[in-house]
């Protein structure tokens, strides 16, 4: 069986879940469009994540992806906290802020019981998971009610240890990849390679099927990488302008400028490792700074810096995700798009 058979698909696309930049409109479209709508989750609420979940299933029955971050919760640690703020004070005093009182929050949320026990309602044809797998426990209820699993892997090492682990199939997150990298088995960012390079070694490596992802925005890309072996493709950056998308008219305009030209990989936004447009924070602190708290508490302190300079037009401050390739962010209705991609494949 093909995994476009196993998922229940007519196109081998998946539209990669981007949370902050996506809701359930964008999951019905493309999956009502043949290839496989997502709603990422990281951000919700049991509460909200259960009203878009009503949303979906009163506009499709096709089959949908959930998707989760499985990384393990830090407490908050006052020195780095502190000598996060330090770095950020002279922002705050620039923007007419206080950093004195900065939000608690850790912004998103692990796989838990409570998320699995909203998800059981609804038993969603595909679940998959950023950072790794949950445990044990939890990845067999989510396979109980027949869910096919997968995850990300970010090098051969992780996509071994994930098929070991009980995933279905691997995501190959090469390194054009906007967002936020799945590495999870090491933190050394130097393992990390292009789609391309990564895609056809973990093809030999492990049993489970392939998805590639990374830097593929047009039927060119999606046909070069089931030529290299995938048995399907994951598509996000070439998404965020379509008109089912939430992503902010700041995001959008950076998207379609010569900007988006200029990415790189920062742990300012949240703590760890996610590619996005380059932006003066970034510029001026890091890309990838050691003073950036553990993820996901750099969010908080982010969060009124990034409010206050959108209200007044910028994106200094505003984690503009996108991957190496945004050629492909058109403002077309993401069906539309979704055929535009399939259209080279043989």
């Known amino acids: 069986m093909s995994l476009t058979q196993r998922l229940g698909i007519e196109l081998p696309i998946l539209q990669a879940p981007m949370a902050g930049v996506q809701g359930s409109a964008l999951a019905v479209a493309v999956s009502e469009g043949g290839g496989l709508g997502a709603l990422p989750c990281a951000m919700l609420s049991p509460k909200v994540m259960s009203d878009e979940l009503e949303r979906i299933r009163a506009q499709t029955s096709r089959p949908l992806n959930v998707n989760f971050f499985c990384h393990l ?13 330090q770095a950020l004070a002279p922002y705050y005093e620039e923007m007419g802020l206080d950093i004195d009182s900065v939000p608690a929050g850790p912004g998103r949320r692990p796989f838990d019981d409570q998320a699995c026990n909203v998800l059981e309602t609804f038993r969603p044809e595909v679940v998959s998971f950023h950072f790794g ?10 396979k109980a009610w027949g869910a096919t699993v997968l995850s990300s892997a970010t090098t051969v090492e992780e996509a071994l240890w994930l098929e070991a682990n009980g995933a279905d199939a691997v995501i190959v997150q090469g390194l054009e990849a906007g967002g936020h990298r799945g590495m999870f088995l090491t933190e050394d960012l130097t393992t990390q390679v292009g789609t391309l390079a990564l895609l056809p070694q973990v093809k030999a490596a492990v049993t489970v099927p392939v998805i590639a992802a990374g830097g593929i925005a047009d ?51 949240s703590g760890r490792p996610a590619r996005g447009i380059v932006t003066r924070l970034m510029r001026e602190l890091g890309p990838i700074s050691p003073l950036a708290p553990a993820f996901p508490l750099a969010t908080s302190a982010i969060g009124p810096l990034r409010s206050a300079a959108e209200a007044l037009g910028s994106g200094d401050f505003s984690p503009l995700w996108a991957g190496q390739n945004a050629s492909g962010c058109r403002e077309v209705p993401a069906a539309e798009l979704l055929q535009e991609l399939a259209s080279e494949i043989s």
């Not at 919760?73 to 703020?85: M, T």
């Open 73 to 85: 919760p830090v407490e908050p640690d006052p020195a780095s906290d502190a000598r996060w703020h």
């Open 133 to 142: 797998l949950p445990s044990p426990v939890l990845l067999e209820r989510v």
């Open 219 to 269: 039927a060119r890309g999606v046909a070069a990488a089931l030529a290299l072996g995938a048995d399907a493709v994951q598509v996000g950056t070439a998404f965020l302008c379509c008109p089912e998308a939430t992503t902010s008219s700041l995001h959008r305009q950076a998207l379609q400028s010569d900007a988006a030209r200029h990415t790189a990989l920062t742990n300012l936004y």
